[in-house]
């Protein structure tokens, strides 16, 4: 009707569409592709650089202090043997596991067996060298910070935050649905895979406003130039040492987040989420992907 | 043959796979150890000081202090333990009756000060956390004579921008020196109320392992920065021809100058 009593306005444009007929949605705006690839890279290589730091002293404590003559809460150690191979060991609480070859103990570029508590292959350089893991640490944490806040900027701004990833009192009501989805490996079609599910929200949510600005914090809690000038953040981790521990956790449940996110984007179609992530345009799988691809 | 033909693809996929991991790790290494790109890791280290001498300029604030109950059973002795220098060994040996503290380089009085003199003024007690670089973190009472005192009497040409601690240790064993441990500060730290000549740690005479007869506390920076066994304390305007040039013995071996954090 108003199409009609408004001629001249131009006609709406068909939804693009996938050879296959599949609909195309442009998912991903240019900030937030820009700042995921960024994100990737500050991630990886601080994952890495954190690595070697800790190889300097593999052990974490709980509370202000801490050095080698002190109880710890977990530790990645070798333990040289008189007869035989040294063996890795990894101690977290009264937890104690048996890691040789990869954590505490692993083979060196030359073949040998060498006491470290990450492999050279996850440390950046793969040679020991607390210096330099620092210089990139820091390097890439101030980019991730940069990065970080211009992404979360972005999204208040463009309501990208409030629109897409605060989950609704319908996703919350059914969040048992979900959760029987992800059990199921089903992915969601038609309108449902126009927007994210539940727990992919609170997956990000928790990410963002929580894993991500405690790595920051925890790691600025490290510094003694810091403590000096907002004590009450050594208060809120616990110590300087507790913030160390949790800097640690808190890069675990990153590599955790990092895992489960990239089996999901490979189940849930690697290209198309590739696609939408480098282009920004996604392909939404039809209610009923048979008779949609059966057509001509 | 199927079941053979995908092991191979699989196979060919991981060695693929571990060839651009090593190539990837390869380069890292290569950019780690260029001195171009190790220049433009280092503007971070410019980042972290300017932000935190923006917010630290002033005195204050104060590192925390800790309460008796707090201090570390066991705080551990990093770095040398032991001089092995004759010259040390005598003083060491004679319970540094015979040494003295010398002041010297743009200042207006230079000053030799004996460890009995040191011990005889004005000092402060502080408990606070010594957090090393490597990571771990210890607590101990520190006393000692505030370094301001000591530069105040010696009055500071107007062209120093810092000041620079010569010590007895050589933790490499060089034997031309070159590996004396050394370390400088900027007047911001240097003055600071925080940092002083320490003499006694713990309630006690300070000991070999923790540096005595001196060692230096600047509370809001990392233990490398704490010169240990210092000799010879000189006001200067720049380090660029002191040692290789970076400011300190570890800031020479790849460290930061500014190690606040």
New interface residues.
């Given amino acids: 009707m108003t199409a009609e009593a408004a001629p001249e306005t131009t006609p709406i444009k068909p939804a693009p569409r996938t050879k296959r007929g599949w609909e195309l949605i442009y998912r991903h705006s240019w900030p937030v592709r820009i700042t995921h690839w960024v994100n990737v890279l500050c991630v990886i290589l601080l994952l890495?650089s954190g690595m070697q730091?800790?190889n300097?002293?593999p052990?974490l404590?709980w509370g202000?202090?801490?050095?080698?003559?002190?109880p710890y809460m977990f530790a990645i150690y070798a333990e040289e043997r008189e007869v035989g191979p040294p063996i890795g060991w990894l101690e977290f609480g009264s937890l104690k596991l048996d890691t040789t070859g990869y954590l505490g103990v692993s083979i060196d570029r030359d073949g040998y067996p060498s006491g470290r508590a990450f492999p050279?292959?996850l440390t950046?350089?793969?040679?020991q060298?607390?210096?330099?893991g620092?210089?990139?640490h820091?390097?890439f944490?101030?980019l991730f910070l940069a990065n970080g806040l211009a992404y979360w900027i972005y999204g208040f701004w463009a309501r990208h935050f409030q629109r897409d990833l605060k989950p609704t009192g319908s996703d919350l009501r059914n969040i048992g649905r979900s959760i029987l989805d992800h059990v199921k490996f089903k992915h969601a079609r038609g309108d449902d895979a126009k927007r994210y599910n539940v727990l992919q929200k609170l997956a990000y949510i928790a990410m963002i406003f929580i894993v991500l600005p405690l790595m920051i914090l925890t790691g600025?809690t490290?510094?003694?130039?810091?403590?000096?000038?907002v004590?009450w953040m050594?208060d809120l981790f616990g110590g300087?040492?507790s913030a160390?521990a949790l800097h640690f956790f808190a890069a675990a449940a990153i590599l955790i987040f990092i895992f489960v996110h990239i089996v999901e984007v490979i189940l849930s179609g690697f290209f198309n989420e590739m696609r939408s992530i480098v282009t920004g345009w996604f392909a939404v799988r039809p209610e009923d992907a048979k008779a949609k691809e059966s057509e001509p | 043959m199927i079941g053979d033909l995908s092991r191979m693809i699989i196979t060919r996929r991981t060695a693929l796979t571990g060839v651009m991991g090593s190539l990837l790790l390869a380069g890292c290494d290569r950019l780690s150890a260029s001195p171009t790109f190790a220049k433009l890791l280092e503007t971070a280290e410019r980042l972290n000081k300017t932000g935190q001498r923006v917010v630290l300029s002033s005195n204050r604030p104060l590192a925390r202090v800790y309460s008796k109950s707090d201090i570390s059973l066991n705080f551990k002795a990093n770095g040398t333990v032991r001089p092995v220098s004759p010259d040390y060994r005598k003083h060491q040996e004679e319970s540094f009756a015979n040494w003295k503290l010398e002041i010297g380089g743009l200042v207006k009085n230079p000053l030799s000060l004996s460890l009995e003199e040191i011990r005889a003024m004005p000092s402060r007690t502080q408990i606070t956390r010594h957090d090393c670089v490597e990571g771990w973190s210890a607590i101990g009472e520190w006393t000692g004579v505030p370094l301001s005192t000591l530069l105040e009497r010696a009055e500071l040409m107007p062209n120093v921008r810092y000041i620079l601690f010569r010590c007895a240790d050589d933790l490499t064993n060089s034997r031309d020196g070159s590996g004396l441990y050394y370390e400088t500060i900027d007047l911001v730290d240097a003055f600071h109320p925080q940092t002083i000549l320490a003499h006694q740690m713990n309630g006690e005479t300070l000991s070999v392992p923790h540096g005595a007869p001196i060692r230096v506390r600047i509370e809001r920076q990392l233990g490398y920065k704490m010169a240990k066994y210092i000799m010879r304390i000189e006001a200067v305007e720049e380090f660029s021809k002191i040692g290789l040039g970076r400011g300190g013995f570890w800031e020479d071996r790849g460290y930061e100058w500014y190690a606040g954090i």
């Avoid at chain 1, 490290?222 to 000038?229: D, I, L, Q």
């Fill in positions: 890495m730091i800790f300097a002293h052990t404590y202000n202090a801490g050095n080698q003559n002190d050279y292959w950046i350089p793969t040679y060298s607390l210096a330099e620092r210089r990139w820091f390097f944490a101030w600025l490290m510094s003694p130039g810091v403590n000096a000038f004590p050594l300087r040492q160390r």
